[in-house]
């Protein structure tokens, strides 16, 4: 009787780890391998998000390393002002970009690379902090 | 004059082989442990489908389900029968719950569970196989936006779960899952089967454990009579009777080609008002074919009129984007009259005019047009079976990179969590209609085998049984040249 | 159905296979230019015909996103940006039967299905496999015909 329990239990418990699974997109950092002065921009149709996250503020200085993401269709990508068109970013690919702003203030990215019927609202917002 | 009959292969008695899977298959913990991985890969599917990339083939959950999975479910059935039914999740919760254990044998109680008995207007395939027709009128959206392909397994596991708290056993699978009408009808033409060793042995036994239950199993949770049962429509391989047959009588058959015949055969001649099963087998096989043409034939507007025009995939925060336009509905509405007038109307109503004229050629007198028709549409078992196998591999050897990425990416994000990524490059593409050829030869083959094999037991002779073979041929062969012109002309 | 049945039927399967993957391939060889559109779901014109031996250069561009131009059994594999016109080729076609142009960068949800068909005349593999398909038929109507008199009758439930 003892024994058939605790073949009960470690079933449960093994249950229980599995569905932990759904815990697995708490843990994108992680998974992403994200460095410190990394930060990860998912490119999305502006109708199915956008940028994502759409806005990021930085400081003035700083290098940054932006890790762009392919989702959905190819983009392009830039930022007003700050980085010249980086090329193409199909799905599935990642395109590492590194800027270090001179001037604090608002810029914008935009997508270059017709990608939908709102391509030409997909932009986001740069912070630059001093 | 009778010649012995060869025996199938008793797998479970192979040797070196039949004795270690005797006792895994005996062991309770088996059928908890191979479930538990497929709910692991249940739980990815589901949050992927709705958190994910909403882009399809970058997404778990489609590239998944829709690449691997369904092709291996269609090649399991070919040489294990209903082995994904052994390891489906869907309804595990459902049992766990009602049997009130994970792992080991406990009566089962009527707290939580009702334990009702089966209606007998749901004894059948009906609700199933009509499930799948009604799959296939969504399936250019369930096989590309991850949130329908979320939301359909979400809604199966729910009902799986709580039809196991109402009815005893496994109702929800017999009679409710639309995989379980396809995979338990082409089971019969595959190489596998659990049958009893030797039949003398359960009749003298009365205390029937493999119905009941007993110390060691559960009675048959599908309602069968292991012990005499000769087809393999319904039976889920759970393996219960492996378990609890104190006489260690039960067995896995691996069957001859000759068997799987005459098994098939049998089936069809006693098959009598089974209209769901001819039904399974008529959308099954008009699918196989217009999936071929739909999804890689270059005819672009069956495609989007089955897509609703809508040109966004969809996880669960942007669900959102599935609005069609009225035009993109009112276009939608044609996929389905093509989809269900073909599989529901018109390939059955030339099947029954080809099965009247099958029966006008044979001169018979003695059996109904209706069970010559219903007999004879057995013959699509292996024939659809095949077919699929066709499509599959299509699929497979063009979109493989998809699933196996995502293993390392199941999000679709940017993951890689087991340094697996693979660019897409279809293998031999070229190549592939010579490998679908060999398979619905095959299936052809068999058809019409399987259709003279049960035109002798229907007409009583040989000479009516090549007569009527000979008509059902000309519409056999009518739809493999139909598959032919889509894969090659 | 015994093995000798289904060493017929792989016999004939093969002989047929192997003889209709011959094929004669067109003597000279001259240029065409077929404009090809790519869009979300599909490449315009989705149904191309050309002679074994032919030479072709496509002349690729997209009508809405970045797609892909991908033809089987070749090297080729292309990404076709908006606002470009991607040249692909001279390609010579010189096996008879159909192969298809897939896209090959994810454009949209219908992605893995974006096909056309380039049918390469005379198209032998087509007619040997009708012709196949009937062979295999009437084999097996004349083997049911005949083995009934050696083989025993279905055993009675």
């Not at chain 1, 002065?37 to 199915?48: G, Q, S």
């Not at chain 2, 699978?173 to 042995?201: E, Q, T």
């Not at chain 2, 073909?342 to 209706?370: C, E, H, I, R």
């Not at chain 2, 066709?390 to 497979?396: G, K, M, N, Q």
């Amino acid at each position: 009787m003892k024994k058939v329990l605790m073949w009960e239990f470690v079933g449960f418990v093994s249950l229980l780890l599995v569905l932990g699974a759904f815990s697995m997109p708490l843990f994108d950092d992680q998974f992403m391998g994200k460095q410190e002065n990394e930060i990860i921009i998912r490119l999305n149709a502006e109708e199915a998000g956008g940028f994502m996250p759409g806005e990021i503020t930085v400081k003035k200085g700083e290098t940054v390393k932006l890790v762009l993401v392919g989702q959905d269709v190819t983009h392009g990508f830039k930022i007003e002002g700050l980085m010249d068109d980086v090329g193409t970013i199909n799905p599935g690919e990642k395109k590492i970009v590194e800027f270090t702003p001179q001037e604090s203030g608002v810029f914008v990215m935009m997508c270059t690379v017709y990608c939908s019927p709102n391509h030409h609202k997909m932009t986001g917002t740069v912070i630059v902090e001093d | 004059m009778s010649k012995p009959e060869k025996k199938d292969i008793d797998l479970l008695q192979v040797k070196g082989v039949g004795k270690p899977l005797k006792r895994i298959l005996q062991w309770r913990g088996f059928h908890f442990t191979f479930i538990l991985v497929n709910l692991f890969v249940f739980v990815i599917v589901l949050t992927a489908g709705f958190f994910g990339n909403p882009m399809g083939n970058m997404n778990f959950s489609i590239a998944v389900v829709w690449i691997l999975w369904f092709a291996a479910v269609e090649f399991m059935i070919l040489f294990g029968g209903r082995t994904w039914c052994t390891l489906c999740p869907l309804p595990a919760f459902g049992e766990w719950t009602a049997r009130r254990k994970l792992v080991g044998v406990h009566k089962q109680k009527r707290w939580l569970s009702k334990d009702k008995k089966w209606p007998k207007k749901l004894d059948n395939m009906w609700v199933s196989a009509l499930g799948f027709l009604g799959i296939s009128l969504i399936l250019p959206w369930l096989v590309t936006r991850p949130v329908v392909t979320g939301t359909l397994f979400l809604l199966l596991i729910v009902f799986g779960f709580l039809f196991a708290l109402i009815y005893s056993g496994r109702f929800f699978c017999h009679s409710i899952c639309p995989a379980s009408s396809y995979i338990g009808y082409h089971s019969n033409a595959s190489l596998f089967g659990v049958r009893a060793r030797d039949k003398s042995v359960c009749e003298k036994h009365i205390a029937k454990e493999c119905i009941r239950g007993g110390p060691k199993g559960y009675g048959c949770p599908w309602k069968l009579y292991p012990g005499g049962h000769e087809d393999n429509t319904y039976c889920g391989q759970c393996y219960e009777c492996l378990k609890s047959c104190p006489m260690d009588n039960m067995t896995i058959k691996l069957r001859r080609p000759s068997t799987i015949v005459r098994e098939l055969t049998n089936v069809a001649v006693k098959a009598k008002g089974k209209y769901d099963e001819a039904w399974m087998g008529f959308t099954r096989f008009t699918l196989a074919i217009f999936y071929e043409l739909v999804f890689f034939g270059p005819y672009w507007f069956l495609k989007d009129w089955g897509n609703m025009g809508v040109n966004f995939g969809a996880n669960l925060p942007t669900i959102g984007l599935l609005t069609p336009t009225l035009g993109g509905f009112q276009n939608w509405l044609m996929w389905v009259l093509i989809v269900a007038g073909v599989a529901l109307l018109a390939y059955p109503a030339a099947f029954y005019g080809f099965s009247w004229l099958a029966k006008k050629a044979a001169k018979d007198k003695t059996k109904p047009t209706k069970q010559v028709f219903l007999s004879f549409s057995y013959a699509l078992v292996p024939y659809g079976l095949f077919l699929w196998l066709a499509f599959a591999i299509t699929i497979l050897m063009v979109n493989w990179a998809y699933p196996l990425t995502a293993f390392s990416d199941p999000m679709g994000w940017g993951w890689d969590l087991l340094g697996m990524k693979f660019a897409w490059s279809p293998i031999v593409p070229d190549l592939i209609p010579y490998l679908q050829a060999p398979l619905f030869l095959i299936g052809l083959t068999f058809a019409i085998v399987v259709t003279y094999n049960i035109a002798l037991k229907l007409f009583g002779s040989h000479k009516k049984a090549v007569r009527a073979t000979t008509v059902m041929t000309v519409l056999h062969v009518a739809t493999a040249l139909i598959f032919v012109w889509i894969i090659m002309g | 159905m015994g093995t000798s049945k289904w060493t017929l039927v792989l016999a004939i399967l093969l002989t047929l296979s192997s003889l209709s993957l011959l094929g004669s391939s067109a003597e000279g060889s001259h240029e065409r230019v077929i404009v090809i559109e790519a869009k979300q779901f599909t490449f315009e014109p989705s149904i191309i015909t050309v002679e074994a031996g032919e030479e072709v250069i496509f002349h690729v561009w997209t009508s809405d996103v970045t797609h892909g131009f991908y033809i089987d059994g070749t090297d080729i594999k292309e990404e076709v940006k908006p606002g470009e016109i991607v040249v692909v080729g001279p390609i010579t076609f010189d096996k008879p039967g159909k192969v298809k142009i897939r896209c090959s960068v994810t454009c949209g949800p219908l992605h893995p299905f974006m096909t056309a068909d380039v049918v390469v005349e005379p198209n032998y593999t087509f007619y040997g496999f009708v012709a196949l398909t009937l062979v295999v038929a009437g084999a097996t109507l004349v083997y049911i015909n005949r083995s009934y008199k050696k083989s025993e009758e279905p055993t009675e439930e």
